[in-house]
């Protein structure tokens, strides 16, 4: 599997993007999809997780009603709507890929496939 991440840039404080990941040579529908963001010096953490049938999600507390996650899974994407960015959101964010099991969507060690990381950089 293959995971294709995109959407990054320099925005303002406050501004909004949107990431995208692409995936390809997989099935796509069986795989829970995460996204992990690592600032510099700091370690990889968990940002959103989504199952693979989109019916649920979850969200680490420090981008809970600013980001949201979703996914297509007739275009093999997921995304992540991030709102209200603050300059502690600068990271490059990864996404990431795991087959059906939601147990462990926080823990970088449980997925199996992962994307090459799109740099997100916010401006204060």
């Known amino acids: 599997v293959q995971l294709q991440a995109c959407g990054g840039g320099l925005v303002q404080a406050g501004g909004s993007l949107r990431l995208s990941c692409a995936a390809s040579g997989g099935t796509f529908s069986t795989y829970v999809m995460g996204w992990f963001r690592q600032a510099p010096g700091k370690e990889r953490e968990f940002a959103a997780a989504?199952?693979?049938?989109?019916?649920?999600?979850y969200y680490a507390d420090s981008v809970k009603g600013r980001f949201t996650i979703s996914r297509d899974n007739a275009k093999n994407t997921v995304y992540l709507q991030m709102n209200s960015l603050k300059p502690e959101d600068t990271a490059v964010y990864y996404c990431?890929?795991?087959?059906?099991?939601?147990?462990?969507?926080?823990?970088?060690?449980?997925?199996?496939?992962w994307g090459q990381g799109t740099l997100v950089t916010v401006s204060s």
């Open positions: 990431a890929a795991r087959n059906r099991v939601w147990v462990g969507v926080t823990q970088c060690g449980k997925y199996d496939y």
């Open positions: 989504i199952s693979w049938s989109g019916g649920t999600t």
